[in-house]
């Protein structure tokens, strides 16, 4: 079965200082990996996800998450925070199924706390 | 603009009572899901479907229902039966079967036992 590990469930940090939340998958079968973003009494946004192709995927806003088979990792990186990315980040892995359905199994979530 | 209305935000139940969770979608996306997500734990599959009228299990499904009647409806109903409701309960929605979709959440119903 697939699962999904979150090394951390807190990671405290100054602004402007570089970060990176660890996610670790297990599964036999190729995946598709995502990360959301969840604020507070807020759903889940997509920040980014990596399908095929390069192994490094990068979002809009400074975020990017390397995509290592061998390790079976896909951990996130921002070189330089804000205070505005303070919130809980969910790691979540896809795969095929029989019968064709997508199910995301999330991880139990890293919160970012970034303090001025 | 497209997305998905998960609604009440906040409601209460009392004991013995069945509460429904609305969510609707206006995204013409095929598959929907529902989520409960507790403290320290994640995400966690209630129910999911891929097609109008079909709809499966997920890894919590006791003491819930769902139906699927319309593309854009995709309600929740919290029975009686479910002794510890007190929870966020995410909808979301994808498009297509494709494993490679990411899912779309709505904003959360954030449900207190009275």
């Known amino acids: 079965a697939q699962s999904v590990t979150q090394l951390d469930s807190q990671v405290p940090v100054f602004e402007e200082a570089p970060v990176e939340l660890r996610c670790n998958y297990s599964?036999?079968?190729?995946?598709?990996l995502f990360w959301y973003v969840q604020y507070p009494n807020q759903g889940l946004q997509l920040l980014l996800k990596y399908l095929s192709g390069s192994t490094l995927v990068e979002s809009i806003n400074g975020f990017e998450a390397e995509f290592n088979k061998s390790q079976t990792s896909f951990h996130l990186r921002k070189p330089s925070v804000h205070i505005s990315d303070t919130a809980e980040y969910f790691c979540?892995?896809?795969?095929?199924?029989?019968?064709?359905?997508?199910?995301?199994?999330f991880g139990a979530g890293t919160r970012l706390a970034v303090h001025p | 603009d497209g997305g998905i209305t998960q609604s009440p935000k906040y409601l209460f139940r009392k004991e013995g009572q069945n509460v429904t969770l609305s969510c609707e979608q206006n995204?013409?996306?095929?598959?929907m899901y529902w989520y409960r997500q507790d403290p320290g734990q994640g995400l966690r599959l209630i129910y999911y479907?891929?097609?109008?009228?079909?709809?499966q299990k997920g890894d919590i499904a006791e003491g819930y229902s769902v139906s699927r009647e319309k593309k854009e409806s995709f309600p929740l109903t919290v029975t009686s039966a479910q002794k510890n409701p007190t929870a966020f309960y995410l909808c979301?929605?994808?498009?297509?079967?494709?494993?490679?979709?990411?899912?779309?959440f709505g904003d959360g119903t954030r449900l207190s036992i009275l």
């Open positions: 979301a929605s994808r498009r297509g079967q494709g494993t490679h979709q990411p899912q779309h």
């Open positions: 599964s036999s079968v190729s995946v598709y």
């Open positions: 979540a892995v896809s795969s095929g199924s029989a019968g064709g359905y997508n199910k995301l199994i």
């Open positions: 995204l013409n996306h095929d598959a």
């Open positions: 479907s891929q097609i109008v009228n079909d709809f």
